[in-house]
């Protein structure tokens, strides 16, 4: 028998189907063993190393993968397994999964490597035939890239806590950066006001040329670009409108004729799949991510993480057939290519190909579901397009004058004269204008502006804030700075929002406070040193992902790399350790600031001895904390924080009990009584009261929002009710309203009932 490993179960019945008897096909899930995390080993940042080798740390088994390794084992050596086949993902990741899977099943008779960049019988069979030891130097820069993210986690993300945050990351913490200097962008802008005139005619914008480029009061904005159709003379603006809105046409002066060819986009990345999905199907990089993995589980598309466009030549071929056959000779195109085609030639055929549809002849995936569908058949036109021929579009720049005013106005008349790759993507783009303008486009020939309400319009606005980042627009940022990879962008993303580091609003990413603390604070420590290695700086962090490409391709070596980084890593760290000492941090403050202030005047100027909170240094500060958590402890311990008190104080309102009463459940008469910390009295009440509030029945205002959202969504309060396995209105709780409420937004974006309902 033999036995075949791969990562997920669903790639894993699409491989069994194409191998038949004599084979057992198992999935992993994912990685199997990584380095420890709990324990001694565990909290070390890294492991010793002689020179000229990588650490080697003791690799600790991943959740549920001992149980599952051992199901394998037990199941091949039953079933007399002689031959194992690793075919985990064919890249850095899933080469360390099968360097690590190749040493636990070392005592079968033969165990090797294969690796196929799409899930086709074809592709399995020549993977195979072409079986290969482990690429150690893929294992290396795995490995390299795993030290240097738990030696930056665990020791910066240790420093952090000085001023109370989670973590600190190597890529997550620079791509945080662009997201923290694009808010302060925004609080900076300052508005530029401005007034412009536009009118429609046959359905195109012309708009009035104010001012020239040289004119002493053009209009610029805060970057300086000029913009002739813009001007601050309000009464130059209010002079065309009349003159536009009185004579409701303008007469031709020039023409300049021209052709526009658009080159059809290249075959899509990982960055530009996420993209594009969100900009046609309004998705997020998690939902496309699912979806397209389990495309590529099931033999519908190429490998997901990749950044190449290279597509082999018999997916091109197979693309032509198609063109031919569905559009005609005239639609076919040189084929489009991104930068990565510099690295070789674009017949090349490996582990690095674009994401494309495994069989480009198949249109429609089977037993799909819609969502599956779309992504599917976005990919799928993406390729054809690919192959396929410039559109071409037949564009006029007019310039024209309106009686009544010296004013030019000008605008351009475009439309498609030739499909080429749009019409293999047409369905996600929006419709093109064929048909010629309905006016003459001769000199002095009239065009009269289209009958419709506010046509034409002045518009008095002022200049806005640069926008937020989005999801698919902060993986551009990363991809076009060369940090992360195809396979860390959407963790990336995603560590930032479960660190409360940004807040998705409305599909736009906006700091915290925490956010913006780590970046303009924390980070500045290390990136604002004199030594050229700026340990959060996007530009160091590009430079560590190329090296790791280096040791990828052989080109250096995993332990030059390591040392290299370590030594960096040192300085840094050890300078920004010392700044650290040089003053106190914001979490030293507070504690001082929190213990200190109830005490008397003569008390606290003898512990400051005479200096002032922002005089004393790191060292001063740390050992004030020591004294005054000994007096507290004297004294019966801390006393409870003003925002304690005040949430505290809310809490109680909120309830149906008496200060009083609630005082009572943690055994004392007053506020003064209370005691402050994690483990205080008014931390172990404040906790008896949320739950208490909890409990209480649902507010009015709730009932009715309930109400209102169900009877959008078209849903009998009954169904509501039984969603919280409840009778009657009178049974809903605060705590039972919130959940039912969220339950039901999360069922309006899905668009409908949940199934069961």
């Known amino acids: 028998m033999k036995l075949m490993i791969l990562e997920s179960g669903a790639k894993g019945k699409t491989v069994k189907k194409y191998l038949g008897k004599g084979w057992i096909v198992e999935a992993c899930f994912g990685h199997v063993q990584d380095l420890p995390r709990s324990g001694k080993q565990g909290s070390k940042a890294m492991w010793a190393s002689e020179k000229g080798q990588l650490p080697d740390p003791p690799w600790e088994w991943t959740d549920r993968a001992e149980r599952v390794v ?24 899933g080469e360390f999964i099968a360097w690590r899977l190749a040493q636990i099943f070392s005592d079968f008779p033969f165990v090797t490597r294969v690796t196929f960049n799409e899930i086709t019988k074809e592709a399995v069979g020549v993977a195979i035939e072409n079986h290969r030891e482990v690429d150690y130097s893929l294992v290396d820069a795995a490995k390299v890239r795993r030290f240097m993210d738990r030696l930056v986690g665990f020791r910066c993300s240790k420093f952090a806590k000085s001023w109370n945050l989670r973590s600190m990351g190597r890529v997550q913490t620079p791509t945080l950066g662009y997201i923290v200097d694009r808010e302060i962008e925004r609080n900076s802008h300052v508005p530029i006001p401005y007034h412009s005139v536009h009118a429609i005619s046959d359905g195109y914008t012309f708009k009035f040329r104010f001012h020239g480029s040289s004119d002493e009061d053009a209009w610029r904005d805060d970057s300086g670009k000029f913009f002739s159709d813009r001007t601050f003379d309000i009464s130059l603006a209010e002079g065309a409108y009349m003159a536009l809105n009185q004579s409701k046409s303008f007469t031709v002066e020039s023409i300049k004729p021209g052709k526009t060819n658009r080159k059809p986009p290249p075959p899509f990345t990982t960055d530009t799949m996420l993209q ?56 076919l195109g040189p084929g489009s290519l991104g930068p990565d085609a510099k690295k070789g030639s674009s017949n090349v055929q490996d582990a690095h190909e674009a994401i494309r549809p495994t069989d480009p002849k198949l249109e429609t995936p089977e037993d799909s579901d819609m969502d599956t569908v779309r992504l599917y058949s976005l990919i ?21 004058r309106v009686m009544g005013t010296e004013l030019s106005i000008t605008g351009t008349a475009s439309w498609r004269v030739h499909a080429g790759w749009e019409a293999a993507s047409e369905k996600f783009l929006p419709e093109p204008r064929i048909s010629e303008p309905k006016f003459d486009m001769s000199a002095d020939s009239i065009w009269e502006i289209d009958g419709m309400e506010n046509n034409p319009v002045m518009t008095t606005d002022e200049t806005k804030p640069p926008r937020r980042y989005t999801e698919s627009s902060i993986v551009k940022k990363m991809k076009n700075a060369g940090i992360g990879r195809p396979s860390t962008y959407v963790s990336t993303v995603q560590k930032l929002s479960d660190r409360k580091y940004v807040t998705n609003e409305n599909g736009s990413l906006t700091p915290t406070d925490n956010g913006m603390v780590l970046w303009t ?37 995993g332990s030059d790399m390591w040392n290299s980084f370590t030594a960096s890593f040192k300085t840094a760290h050890d300078n ?31 512990l400051m001895g005479g200096k002032e909170l922002a005089e004393i240094t790191g060292k001063e500060a740390s050992d004030l904390i020591e004294v005054l958590i000994e007096k507290e402890s004297e004294n019966g311990g801390p006393k409870p924080s003003e925002k304690q008190i005040s949430y505290l104080t809310s809490l109680i309102e909120k309830s149906t009990m008496s200060d009083e009463e609630a005082l009572k459940l943690v055994d004392v008469d007053d506020y003064s009584e209370l005691t402050g910390g994690r483990n205080g009295t008014a931390s172990t009440l404040i906790g008896l009261m949320k739950e208490a509030n909890e409990s209480l029945p649902a507010s009015e205002p709730q009932i009715d929002l309930i109400k209102s959202m169900a009877e959008k969504q078209g849903l009998p309060m009954r169904d509501v009710l039984s969603m919280a396995e409840l009778a009657d209105e009178s049974d809903i709780t605060k705590s039972e309203a919130s959940k039912i ?5 999360s069922m309006r974006k899905k668009g409908g009932r949940k199934k069961g309902n």
């Not at 394998?72 to 086949?85: D, G, R």
């Not at 054809?384 to 564009?395: F, G, K, N, T, Y």
């Open 70 to 93: 051992s199901k394998i084992l037990s199941k091949s050596k039953k079933n007399n397994v002689t031959e194992v086949y690793i075919a985990t993902d064919p890249d850095r990741e």
């Open 276 to 331: 594009s999905a969100s900009s046609s199907l309004g998705w997020s990089m998690s939902k496309t991510s699912k979806i397209a993995s389990d495309l590529y589980n099931k033999g519908f598309i190429t490998y997901i993480r990749t950044d190449s466009t290279r597509t082999s030549a018999g997916a091109r071929d197979s693309a032509k057939e198609i063109i031919l056959e569905k559009y005609g000779q005239e639609f």
């Open 521 to 557: 604070e924390v980070a500045p420590i290390y990136n604002d040193q004199e030594d050229e290695n700026k340990l959060f700086s996007s530009e160091f962090t590009a430079d560590m992902e190329r090296q790791l490409d280096m040791v990828e391709e052989g080109d250096i070596s």
């Open 741 to 745: 409420i969220s339950n039901l937004k």
């Open 576 to 606: 920004a350790l010392e700044i650290r000492r040089s003053k106190p941090t914001p979490k030293q403050i507070w504690a001082i600031e929190n213990r200190i202030n109830h005490l008397p005047e003569d008390v606290r100027k003898d």
């Open 380 to 400: 799928r036109s993406r390729f054809l397009s690919s192959q396929m021929s410039d559109s071409v579009r037949e564009r006029r720049e007019i310039s024209g």
